[in-house]
Each structure stands twice: as structure tokens, then as C-alpha cells.
Nanobody, 117 residues
Framework: QVQLAESGGGLVQPGGSLRLSCAASGIIFSMHRMGWYRQAPGKQRNLVATITSGGTTNYGDSVKGRFTISRDNAKNTVYLQMNSLKPEDTAVYYC???????????WGKGTLVTVSS
């Protein structure tokens, strides 16, 4: 059974930092593209960042230069370091694992990030 367990969300002041983690089980982690997406209330789910099995990263325009995605294949974990947080970063952040060749796509349950003073 595939599980993606996010952690690290919470309340942070504008300008602050948080690091999200997503621990994966039930998949060959190193072979999956991992990603973070977010969904604010009343809005669609949008790309935050992805990282391929080879380490190539891609970021949404609104987080470039502020967020960093990384992965530790030995720990089956993907991270999202978020710096210079803004109120508009407030959302539920979801972890995603994708393997196009076997048409696999998995989601975690999400972790809430609230940026507010």
C-alpha cells in the first residue's frame, strides 16, 4: 500500500521559514518524480515544485528563489524548504509521487501552512 506522509506544516509569520517533509512507503522511491503542490481555499491545486529521479528541479513562478525542493533516496523522503514566506503562501501542501512509465500517480493527505502575523 502506497503512503505519502507529509509533516512540518504550521503557523509562521511573514518572512519566516518552514521545512516540509514527505516520507514515502510502498513505492520504489528513487524511480519516482516527487513533487509538492498546494491548494488555497476556493482555488485549484497548483504546482509548487518537482524533482525528478535524477535530481532535476522545477518550480512554480511564485516560489522561485524562495523555496527549495530536495530528496533523500536513502530515507525515501522529499523536502520543501520554504523561506521568505508570504501570506499568499497559505495553503494545504500536498506531496505527490509520479512514475509516467507505469502510469502511477499518488497523493498525500496534505499539511496546512498558514502564514500570518
Amino acid at each position: 500500500q502506497v503512503q505519502l506522509a507529509e509533516s512540518g506544516g504550521g503557523l509562521v509569520q511573514p518572512g519566516g521559514s518552514l521545512r516540509l517533509s514527505c516520507a514515502a512507503s510502498g513505492i520504489i522511491f528513487s524511480m519516482h518524480r516527487m513533487g509538492w503542490y498546494r491548494q488555497a481555499p476556493g482555488k485549484q491545486r497548483n504546482l509548487v515544485a518537482t524533482i525528478t529521479s535524477g535530481g532535476t528541479t522545477n518550480y512554480g513562478d511564485s516560489v522561485k528563489g524562495r523555496f527549495t525542493i530536495s530528496r533523500d533516496n536513502a530515507k525515501n523522503t522529499v523536502y520543501l524548504q520554504m523561506n521568505s514566506l508570504k501570506p499568499e503562501d497559505t495553503a494545504v501542501y500536498y506531496c505527490n509521487a509520479e512514475h509516467n512509465q507505469i502510469k502511477a500517480n499518488y497523493w498525500g493527505k496534505g499539511t496546512l501552512v498558514t502564514v500570518s502575523s
